[in-house]
């Protein structure tokens, strides 16, 4: 027995090597870009105060709030113990937190107090970024509240919904509404315009009723919602197609007897990710409705702001797994030192923070835009740039974050597979950031659109002003390779454009992904090498920008030159897919 005291499993059973975890410190000090980029555009005291104290308090209290979300999911309670039905969904007391702690901060009402003038966007943003990654998913509510509150104020704010935007935009806890977003029928998500069977039923007061059945709707306890129908006519007839569908706001209500109104809440879903949030499938059985607009025009405007809402995750998601690992990689020792020290292991996170650096500079030029463009500063170049890199951006960053994520849990090694480290939920929330609110192809397929649309305009906008984004580098000489590799690849598209658009529509199809992501990559790489420029510039960004101008920028030309896009290549790809 004597002896076996000195043995280090004798005793504990368990040895007495125990790993440090990982530590989340203020999200905003521990970001260094965050805070020049802020420094460089917005270095207004109350704005960066305000960021400094949220980010303490995001990594002192908030954060434990996310955890108890995806803890505790919600949960659907069909009937009563009486045989009522009620579809009560049962969400946890931090989900709940959440909401209150959204309306406090200002989390959607900055966007719209716009005490920041054109900067007010990036202010709401940065500061969603700081709380994305602890917010248990409350920011995908927030998105859609933010873009109902948009839909609602370019279609002019008059009775009844006056009273909602207000709602909408406050800071008080006990009036703030959240709203839905309900689009996606079985037949169609990204095909709205044919999957949309539900109707909306005329009534004789000049109201109209609901019937219909929504696929997916998130954050789905919301006190409003925006959503897609078809108006019948009075032989009961509709239109068909994207003409047509209108756009209705109802409000979510209960009886006296507590049933919601014109709703029964078939099931909840099953997710991958998203696990905090309550996803439910809809049955509308006569929801009163209020407010008729124009369908997917009206619309539009929602996707614009969720879709910069999903870049904001995105970013935050790839930010956040970077600082954990980083982190953690001064307290994990393997091969008898840190992986601090181990050359490779650094390579592989400084090739996460430069995918994160370029992503973000990508966000919050979007955020920039659509700043200017809510106090009237827009020109027609940003306006233009507005419209076409919202897609680019969002799906770009998407897919972003499910690599660099990916990528950051293996840097955990085997702990990072492990459920109650928490870090295995933040891959299951970004896979769904390249989904909804349009998938990759279907985003790609946009951007082809606004293109077709602006005549080619938005295009001469985006050269324009990437090419103006370098304008400054001579003054940075080590900057020399990144520049010429922009400048070259910027040439390459313009050529490209120019020969795709003698091809048949089918040619830009297929390359619509390859092009997406050539103007996201040349784009970034300008932003990065504007930054590098900047006088309160570090030679970290300067590093940055030459790391991400060394990988293929336009690879819609390099897979031009392999043929890809020809008419023998489809029948090609249908073969090896079903060989
Ligand atoms: O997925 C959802 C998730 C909710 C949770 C939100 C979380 C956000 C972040 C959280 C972070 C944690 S909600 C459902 C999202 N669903 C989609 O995104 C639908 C995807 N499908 C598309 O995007 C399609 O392209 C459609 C449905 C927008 C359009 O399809 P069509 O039928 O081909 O439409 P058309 O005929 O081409 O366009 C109809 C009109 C046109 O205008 P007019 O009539 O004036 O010619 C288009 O120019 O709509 C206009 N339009 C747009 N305008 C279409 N798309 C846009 C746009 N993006 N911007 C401006
Ligand atoms: P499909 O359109 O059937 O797409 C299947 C595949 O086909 C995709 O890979 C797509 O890229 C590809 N594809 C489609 N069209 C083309 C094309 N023309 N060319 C090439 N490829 C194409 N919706 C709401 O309205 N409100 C919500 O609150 C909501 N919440 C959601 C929450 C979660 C967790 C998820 C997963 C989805 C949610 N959605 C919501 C639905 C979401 O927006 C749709 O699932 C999404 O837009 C895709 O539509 P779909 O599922 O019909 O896929």
Redesign the pocket.
């Known amino acids: 027995w004597e002896a076996a005291s000195y043995l280090p499993f004798s005793r504990t059973r368990i040895g007495s090597f125990f790993q440090e975890s990982p530590t989340l410190k203020n999200p905003f000090l521990e970001d260094a870009l965050l805070r020049a980029y802020l420094r460089r555009h917005l270095p207004e005291e109350a704005v960066l105060e305000d960021l400094c104290r949220f980010g303490e308090r995001v990594a002192k209290e908030v954060d434990s709030w996310g955890r108890d979300c995806e803890l505790n999911p919600p949960r659907l309670v069909n009937f009563d113990p009486w045989g009522r039905r009620v579809d009560h969904i049962v969400t946890s007391p931090a989900w709940k937190r959440m909401k209150t702690l959204s309306a406090e901060e200002g989390m959607v009402a900055i966007g719209y107090e716009r005490s920041f003038g054109e900067w007010s966007r990036v202010y709401q943003m940065s500061k969603l970024y700081i709380f994305s990654p602890s917010a248990g998913l409350y920011t995908c509510p927030l998105a859609?509240t933010d873009g109902a509150a948009k839909v609602i104020q370019s279609m002019g704010v008059s009775l009844p919904v006056d009273e909602a935007y207000s709602r909408l935009t406050t800071r008080q806890p006990e009036r703030f509404w959240t709203s839905?977003?309900?689009?996606?029928e079985r037949q169609?998500?990204?095909?709205v315009a044919t999957?949309t069977e539900t109707v909306a039923v005329p009534q004789t007061d000049g109201s109209y009723r609901l019937h219909g059945f929504?696929?997916?709707?998130?954050?789905t306890d919301a006190d409003m919602t925006l959503t897609l129908a078809r108006v019948q006519d009075q032989t009961g007839a509709t239109t068909p197609g994207s003409r047509g569908l209108s756009l209705f706001y109802a409000e979510v209500s209960r009886d006296e007897d507590g049933r919601l109104r014109g709703i029964e809440v078939q099931r909840l879903?099953d997710?991958l990710?998203?696990r905090q949030m309550p996803?439910a499938e809809l049955l509308l059985d006569g929801l009163p409705l209020s407010e008729e607009g124009r369908g997917v025009a009206s619309i539009a405007n929602m996707l614009t702001i969720t879709r910069i809402h999903n870049s904001v995750a995105a970013i935050a998601a790839m930010r956040r797994v970077v600082q954990l690992a980083r982190d953690y990689a001064t307290r994990r020792t393997v091969f008898g030192k840190v992986l601090k020290d181990h050359p490779l292991h650094m390579q592989t996170l400084a090739r996460m923070e430069v995918e994160t650096r370029g992503a973000f500079l990508l966000v919050m030029d979007v955020c920039r835009l659509l700043g200017r463009e809510e106090s009237g500063l827009a020109t027609q170049r940003d306006t233009h740039l507005l419209r076409l890199l919202t897609p680019v951006v969002k799906l770009y960053t998407g897919k972003q974050a499910v690599a660099v994520v990916s990528e950051g849990l293996e840097s955990f090694g085997g702990q990072g597979y492990i459920e109650d480290t928490g870090l295995p939920a933040l891959l299951r929330d970004a896979q769904?950031l390249s989904?909804?609110?349009?998938?990759?192809?279907?985003l790609s397929?946009d951007v082809l659109r606004c293109v077709a649309r602006s005549s080619g305009m938005v295009l001469h906008a985006y050269f324009a002003h990437a090419k103006s984004l370098l304008s400054g580098a001579s003054t940075v000489p080590s900057l020399a390779p990144a520049v010429k590799a922009v400048d070259g690849a910027l040439s390459e598209l313009q050529e490209f454009v120019q020969v795709a658009a003698t091809r048949a529509p089918s040619y830009l199809?297929l390359a619509a992904r390859d092009l997406a992501y050539s103007l996201a990559r040349i784009y970034a790489g300008a932003l990065l090498i504007d930054h590098a420029c900047w006088k309160g510039a570090s030679q970290s960004d300067i590093y940055a920008a030459l790391r991400w101008c060394e990988q293929d920028l336009c690879p819609v030309v390099t897979k031009q030159a392999k043929g890809c896009y020809d008419s023998s290549t489809p029948p090609l790809d249908t073969a090896l897919v079903y060989d």
């Open positions: 859609m839905g977003q309900w689009m996606t169609g998500g990204s095909d999957g929504k696929w997916f709707t998130s954050a879903k997710k990710g998203t996803t769904v989904i909804w609110e349009g998938t990759t192809n279907v397929l199809e």
